[in-house]
T-cell receptor
Framework: QKEVEQNSGPLSVPEGAIASLNCTYS??????FFWYRQYSGKSPELIMS????GDKEDGRFTAQLNKASQYVSLLIRDSQPSDSATYLC????????????FGAGTRLFVKA | DTEVTQTPKHLVMGMTNKKSLKCEQH?????MYWYKQKAKKPPELMFV???????INESVPSRFSPECPNSSLLNLHLHALQPEDSALYLC???????????????FGPGTRLTVL
């Protein structure tokens, strides 16, 4: 069974701190990795995508990918209460196609 | 513009009813998806259409019937559902399935379905 695993949390950080969210995946052939943010009762919203090893920064968000260790992470700098949500890690399996596997999500609380 | 629209926002139906969910995108995307999401769980893939042809059916019960009338529209026809089918139904689209694994999916707002 090809899996994507995340710590379900909740992860609680104070406002202004760095939130670190982690994800591991089992399929070594995976090639694309995505972070979605989902507020309660809403649909997932794309935050970041990453395809190559290393870091990718977009504003307060940094995605990190290490294919050798099969993990991907998301750092949120200067966390705000509005960042409180569930963060879903998604992995597109490399065997040609459209199947994206989602992790169970990590709930993040940013305390004001 | 990365907008995917879904109607209705909410739907309550009995187990003997027939209803349909609708999804629309005007971004020129050639792949469209249906997901089912239960509370506190990740989205589960149900169906994928690529270039208006059904590419993936994740062993979904026949009481769910997808339809892709054209490249912008995706329907999900519902018949004889069970209470356990109550969930958030999400539609997504992506630009070019031929691009393989780098294709990014964008989600619509979802339809909250309750089966009584």
């Amino acid at each position: 069974q090809k899996e994507v695993e995340q710590n379900s949390g909740p992860l609680s950080v104070p406002e202004g701190a760095i939130a670190s969210l982690n994800c591991t995946y089992s399929d070594r052939g995976s090639q694309s990795f995505f972070w979605y943010r989902q507020y309660s009762g809403k649909s997932p919203e794309l935050i970041m995508s990453i395809y190559s090893n290393g870091d990718k920064e977009d504003g307060r968000f940094t995605a990190q990918l290490n294919k050798a260790s099969q993990y991907v992470s998301l750092l949120i700098r200067d966390s705000q209460p509005s960042d409180s949500a569930t963060y879903l890690c998604a992995v597109n399996q490399g065997s040609g196609g459209f199947k994206t596997i989602f992790g169970a999500g990590t709930r993040l609380f940013v305390k004001a | 513009d990365t907008e995917v629209t879904q109607t209705p926002k909410h739907l309550v139906m009995g187990m003997t009813n027939k209803k349909s969910l609708k999804c629309e995108q005007h971004m020129g995307h050639r792949a469209m998806y249906w997901y089912k999401q239960k509370a506190k769980k990740p989205p589960e893939l149900m169906f994928v259409y690529s270039y208006e042809k059904l590419s993936i059916n994740e062993s979904v019960p026949s009481r769910f019937s997808p339809e892709c009338p054209n490249s912008s529209l995706l329907n999900l026809h519902l018949h004889a559902l069970q209470p356990e089918d109550s969930a958030l139904y999400l539609c997504a689209s992506s630009q070019d399935p031929a691009s393989g694994s780098t294709d990014t999916q964008y989600f619509g707002p979802g339809t909250r379905l309750t089966v009584l």
